[in-house]
């Protein structure tokens, strides 16, 4: 596989991740401190597999340039260039799935589905 530099060039899209911190009393999700990551948005229907097993439908696909641990619980957010809107559920589409693409050199790069 390609060096995940040499897929730069596809990546126009900035979109921040920030993990799951706790919960607050009324048990709304709190976060932690967002991190930018340069993205590639993919709007291409299909279905995956969630972490625990079902199968659902994700609207699209989120490729980082990145290989850092992504969990389903954490919060993105994506641009309202990216999405054309301003609604949350647009911005912050929830996390159904998570993949890694590995290379012979290890982990190359993430894969949300959302």
Same mark, same amino acid.
Not at 73 to 98: F, K
């Given at each position: 596989?390609?060096?995940?530099? *040499?897929?730069? /060039? #596809?990546?126009? =899209?900035?979109?921040?991740?920030?993990?799951?911190?706790?919960?607050?009393?009324? *048990?709304?999700?709190?976060?932690?401190?967002?991190?930018?990551?340069?993205?590639?948005?993919?709007?291409?229907?299909?279905?995956?597999?969630?972490?625990? *097993?079902?199968?659902?439908?994700?609207?699209?696909?989120? /490729? #980082?340039?990145?290989?850092?641990? &992504?969990?389903? =619980?954490?919060?993105?957010?994506? =641009?309202?260039?990216? &999405? =054309?809107?301003?609604?949350?559920?647009?911005?912050?589409?929830?996390?159904?799935?998570?993949?890694?693409?590995?290379?012979?050199? *290890?982990?190359? /790069?993430?894969? #949300?589905? &959302?």
């Amino acid at each position: 596989m390609r060096p995940i530099s *040499g897929w730069a /060039h #596809l990546m126009s =899209s900035t979109v921040t991740i920030a993990a799951r911190a706790s919960a607050d009393r009324f *048990g709304k999700p709190t976060y932690g401190t967002a991190t930018s990551y340069i993205a590639h948005l993919s709007r291409k229907r299909r279905m995956v597999r969630t972490a625990a *097993g079902q199968e659902v439908v994700s609207e699209q696909s989120i /490729h #980082l340039n990145t290989n850092v641990d &992504v969990l389903p =619980s954490a919060q993105v957010t994506l =641009s309202t260039a990216d &999405v =054309s809107s301003t609604e949350t559920w647009a911005l912050n589409p929830l996390i159904v799935a998570v993949t890694r693409a590995f290379d012979q050199n *290890g982990p190359h /790069h993430v894969t #949300l589905y &959302v």
